[in-house]
């Protein structure tokens, strides 16, 4: 069983930048990959980034890539998400996600249905 809790959600002016956390506990944090996804009133819930368990491996979306950036530390055991330069269309509930399907996966999934924990999510609104 694995345990995730975001923070670090706002409101948030177009341009601006907030950092969510996720928080884990629960199974070892070191050992499975991480990803983070957002779903948007009446939309499905997408894909934004992801993360190898020793973060060698990185993935994003196109419309995230030059302005969002995920990290972990595994000594904290916390997945963080940095975004920048943020626009209207990234408002959304934001939720991570943990993948415990394989330990030591060098290549962490990006699809909802690879991912078995979700943390409650944080809403980040971006306004015009």
């Known amino acids: 069983q694995v345990q995730l809790v975001e923070s670090g959600g706002g409101l948030v002016q177009a341009g601006g930048s907030l950092r969510l956390s996720c928080a884990a506990s629960?199974?070892?944090?070191?050992?499975?990959?991480m990803g983070w996804f957002r779903q948007a009133p009446g939309k499905e819930r997408e894909f934004v980034a992801a993360?190898?368990?020793?973060?060698?491996?990185?993935y994003y979306v196109d419309s995230v890539k030059g302005r969002f950036t995920i990290s972990r530390d595994n000594a904290k055991n916390t997945v963080y998400l940095q975004m920048n330069s943020l626009k209207p269309e990234d408002t959304a509930v934001y939720y991570c996600?943990?993948?415990?399907?394989?330990?030591?996966?060098?290549?962490?999934?990006?699809?909802?249905?690879?991912?078995?924990?979700w943390g409650q999510g944080t809403q980040v609104t971006v306004s015009s």
């Open positions: 996600a943990a993948d415990l399907s394989r330990i030591y996966r060098p290549y962490p999934p990006t699809a909802t249905t690879e991912y078995h924990y």
């Open positions: 629960g199974r070892t944090f070191s050992t499975y990959g």
């Open positions: 993360i190898s368990w020793s973060a060698g491996s990185t």
